[in-house]
């Protein structure tokens, strides 16, 4: 159990805020909460157990009570051996019961641990949420900068392209300019040249140059004097003179707008370029901005993750030291509050970062390289995603043996309760086995009493006929001497015949007594027998006592068989040996 302890710390300290790790996260939470119902299941099985072991003892203590009756020779030496082995037998159970507490303490600290790293995961869930939740948020914010960003740089884009589209339309306008301007000089040239070399009253041409219109007037008054040029070619110089002027100044006219309108767009582009430059310039302190930013939120971040460090620290070192002094405990605990002081001003300082970061990203225009980053943070995500997926792999792995373990327990608890549901089986098997057995020794020593009695009676009867005989033949050997002295020797045979006939008819007190004191001893093996049986070794004992039970009835209902035999020839002898003097007499 301290091993997957250190496992789900580890996975603990090792999951990333960043990542898309909710799902993992409940799912590690019905796992461990799996856990826990089946080391409750394995507590419930435990006490079962310890329940069982009382019972067990109770009947054991029950069995092994000593019999004060029991005599010596054959009846101590089993007891003794039946007690030993009653103490093997419960040195044996006392060291499964040890076991089984050990187990039953390791369970409750497993449960105890696996709950205090539930409610550790259950609070690093709150943290990652609420880091998760801020976030996103910062990235919805980032999103709708970027898109702001996107549509101002696609209007100054539009503008621009209109602006250019403009420029090249009005040097289109400068170059057709250019060239009438080219057009009309060269025709200004034609006509001075053909001013120049046409003679008075000669030429009907059409093109005169439109630098020397002003010269034109003395040379028509020259040409009126003259009487050779006729009024018509006059009157067709004159138009041909207004309407070159009217050409000039038209040209001119044009010459002054094209030049305003160059004007104007050079002006524009200056102020286009200026602009240019003052969005590079402000590109480039943005970029400054977010990079400092950045730093600042990775200093942050580094931060964080130092006090995060020492924040695990100083919770392993209040686990360590909780169970060795309390101040000790009060002290860390003042630590932690300060630590998680500091790491909510370091929350804040993030945050702050952050919301100036999103101020800074806000005036952004340049977004490729927001999108980049952006880029790189998604595959870092990712990376961190993977990384989660495998650690909830390991802890998938953890669970499954930690199943494993469960299932391993369980069997073993399946085991005992099998093996404790035999011995109850073989003990009430033993009990009905002696109950039986005893019944049938009491009925055997009804029946030894009963024939005991009857042989008493036949006993008394016969010894009554024998002393009358004896008495009857005393008289008849008092009243004839001389018939005495002639069966001197016959006499002294039946004198031993009547010694025998009277030690045979003593016996049955001390035959009454050998048999009282075997039926004692029969009981009294019984009771012994009935007290010290155990589970273990009750089908051997149970054998060795079958022989002896049944020898002890037997023997005794042979030897009344045979005292009675001895007492009925006896008899007979009498009877034949008083039979031949009463034919005698």
Wanted: glycine share 2%.
């Amino acid at each position: 159990m301290t091993f997957l302890q250190t496992e789900i710390k580890d996975a603990c300290n090792r999951l990333s805020p960043s990542g898309h790790i909710e799902e993992s996260l409940t799912e590690l939470q019905d796992k461990l909460h799996d856990a826990e119902e089946h080391l409750k299941q394995s507590h419930t099985q435990v006490a079962d157990v310890k329940l069982l072991t009382a019972k067990f003892e109770r009947l054991l203590a029950f069995g092994t009570g000593t019999d004060e009756d029991a005599e010596n020779g054959d009846n101590t030496s089993t007891c003794d051996r039946w007690k030993l082995q009653n103490v093997e037998h419960q040195r044996h159970i006392l060291q499964l019961y040890e076991k089984s507490l050990a187990k039953e303490l390791d369970l409750e600290k497993k449960l105890t641990d696996s709950r205090n790293s539930a409610d550790d995961l259950k609070l690093k869930l709150r943290y990652a949420e609420l880091e998760i939740f801020h976030i996103e948020e910062s990235i919805e914010i980032i999103m709708e900068r970027m898109l702001q960003a996107e549509n101002a740089s696609e209007i100054l884009l539009g503008v621009f392209k209109e602006l250019s589209e403009k420029l090249h339309i009005d040097q289109l306008n400068l170059v057709d300019s250019q060239q009438r301007e080219y057009e009309l000089r060269s025709k200004l040239q034609e006509g001075k040249a053909s001013l120049g070399i046409q003679k008075p009253g000669s030429g009907e041409d059409d093109s005169v140059p439109a630098s020397d219109t002003n010269g034109l007037k003395p040379n028509l008054e020259e040409a009126e004097d003259e009487p050779i040029i006729s009024a018509s070619e006059v009157l067709v110089l004159r138009e041909k003179v207004s309407s070159l002027e009217q050409q000039l100044r038209e040209s001119d006219m044009q010459l002054h707008q094209q030049n305003a309108s160059e004007y104007e767009s050079q002006q524009q582009k200056n102020v286009l370029h200026s602009q240019l430059s003052e969005m590079e310039n402000i590109i480039k302190d943005l970029k400054e901005n977010v990079l400092q930013v950045e730093t600042r939120a990775l200093t942050a971040e580094t931060n964080c993750e130092l006090l995060m460090k020492a924040n695990r620290e100083m919770i392993e070192d209040l686990n360590l030291l909780r169970n060795n002094n309390e101040e000790k405990s009060n002290l860390l605990e003042r630590k932690l509050k300060e630590s998680e002081i500091q790491l909510e001003h370091a929350k804040a300082s993030i945050q702050a970062n952050e919301e100036h970061q999103n101020m800074y990203n806000a005036t952004r225009i340049d977004m490729e390289n927001l999108i980049e980053d952006l880029k790189v943070k998604i595959l870092k995500a990712e990376s961190r995603a993977d990384s989660a997926e495998s650690k909830c792999s390991l802890l998938s792995e953890t669970n499954v043996e930690l199943n494993d373990e469960l299932s391993f327990l369980r069997g073993r608890l399946d085991c005992l309760e099998m093996a404790l549901h035999q011995a109850d089986e073989a003990k009430i098997a033993t009990k009905k086995d002696i109950s039986m057995r005893t019944k049938a020794i009491a009925d055997l020593v009804k029946k030894l009493t009963f024939e005991r009695e009857r042989l008493q009676s036949q006993i008394s009867a016969l010894t009554k006929t024998n002393r009358f005989l004896v008495n009857k033949y005393l008289k008849r050997k008092f009243k004839d001497p001389f018939h005495m002295s002639e069966k001197g020797n016959y006499t002294e045979k039946e004198c031993n015949v009547f010694r025998a006939s009277e030690e045979v008819l003593a016996e049955p007190s001390t035959i009454e007594y050998q048999v009282d004191e075997s039926a004692a001893e029969v009981f009294a093996c019984n009771t012994t027998m009935q007290k010290t049986v155990s589970a273990d070794n009750i089908s051997a004992e149970t054998s060795k006592h079958e022989t002896v039970r049944n020898i002890g009835p037997t023997q005794l209902s042979l030897k009344h068989l045979f005292l009675g035999v001895v007492i009925i020839i006896i008899a007979v002898i009498t009877v034949y040996l008083i039979q031949p003097e009463n034919t005698s007499s």
